[in-house]
């Protein structure tokens, strides 16, 4: 699972589409089915995907292994920023007498060593809809009869995938020695908004599940950073950075059962919580420099009027804390705190308790609130 980057918004159109994880290692199980079947070497192997959709690869590796065969395809994200962009997915695979698909991870994947994920406590970290698209190109290869009197035994491996994975939320997961093996659909849409959500779901139940009922959502890596120097005490898995999706954060952490929920970010993203924007995108709309003038202007002592004036027509928020700080004016950060803490705990009707926390771009805390 990719540690989230910041959302970037790019016209779809002009963005290659990929494949997953999944896929690739669907496909690369399929050509050793192939080759041990028809003892021939495969250059190019077709899978089906959900929705209709095929996907065909062209082998990287198709070598003996023991009593059975070694492929690899390259992993193609298309234009997604994915860290498992350029690995090979091998898929070392054998005929055994039990009936089914039976999983080994090999080097480069991870596996689950905590629970509270969708795989159990010692399985390889191939999720459902990973094992779902796995075995249906290993039925378009054998038929479903194979599967009920004898079995297929599938060693997946990445190279390099242990240093990957550090690049994921893997071992934040306890999931360890590698990458996951992931996606349900088999494609991979560039800078996907399901996607980055999905992520933020799979980490509010791992922590939940794990009995950590008190989450930090933070805005970026800046902010989760400040605020776990600040509560060095706060389980690493309680930290998760929903970056803009901030109300379907909090939506989902109430929905899921957390007994409380920090927010930690900065003036400008914070601003928006304060007005009841709770999804923090530029594309939603830019921070509102006459809004925080005019709670400024709410202030006591009050901006004189030549200083309020220049406050509305200041570039940043930032510019706004420097003039009032020059003014020896104080309570702007504690003003939106307050405001953000409000809006966020009716965002989620009251339902749990929520602080903020807001910081300045070196980490000081200006400022914190509870609703």
């Not at 070497?41 to 209709?52: A, E």
């Amino acid at each position: 699972m990719s540690r989230r980057a910041k959302a970037r918004h790019r016209d779809a159109a002009q963005l290659r589409t990929g494949f997953t994880t999944s896929a690739c290692a669907a496909g690369a199980a399929r050509a050793a089915i192939e080759a041990l079947r028809t003892e021939s070497i495969p250059s190019v192997v077709s899978i089906p995907l959900p929705g209709g959709r095929s996907a065909t690869f062209e082998l990287a590796r198709c070598e003996p292994l023991g009593d059975g065969i070694r492929t690899g395809v390259i992993k193609d994200a298309g234009d997604d920023p994915d860290v498992t962009h350029g690995a090979e997915i091998q898929a070392a695979v054998r005929f055994i007498d039990t009936p089914g698909i039976h999983y080994e991870a090999g080097e480069g994947v991870g596996v689950a060593t905590r629970p509270g994920l969708e795989i159990p406590v010692g399985e390889p970290s191939v999720s459902p809809g990973a094992r779902r698209i796995i075995r249906r190109a290993v039925i378009a290869a054998v038929g479903e009869d194979f599967l009920r009197s004898q079995g297929v035994h599938i060693t997946l491996s990445v190279p390099g995938g242990e240093a990957i994975a550090q690049e994921t939320l893997n071992p934040r997961l306890g999931v360890l020695g590698g990458i996951s093996i992931l996606g349900t659909t088999g494609i991979v849409v560039p800078y996907s908004e399901g996607a980055y959500r999905g992520s933020i779901v799979v980490e509010i139940k791992a922590a939940l599940r794990n009995g950590v009922t008190h989450l930090a959502l933070t805005t970026g890596k800046r902010s989760e950073s400040y605020l776990m120097r600040a509560r060095p005490t706060w389980p690493e898995l309680a930290f998760i950075q929903v970056g803009d999706h901030v109300g379907f954060g909090l939506k989902r952490a109430a929905r899921l059962g957390a007994k409380g929920i920090a927010l930690s970010g900065m003036i400008g993203k914070l601003s928006k919580i304060a007005q009841g924007r709770m999804h923090t995108h530029v594309s939603q709309g830019l921070i509102d420099i006459p809004f925080i003038a005019s709670l400024a202007g709410t202030l006591q002592p009050p901006p004189p009027p030549e200083l309020l004036a220049r406050l509305h027509q200041a570039n940043t928020a930032r510019h706004i804390q420097m003039m009032l700080r020059k003014a020896g004016i104080p309570g702007l950060e504690q003003g939106i705190a307050d405001l953000a803490a409000q809006q966020a705990a009716a965002h989620i009707e009251h339902n749990v308790p929520v602080e903020v926390f807001l910081w300045d771009i070196k980490g000081a805390l200006l400022a914190y609130a509870t609703a």
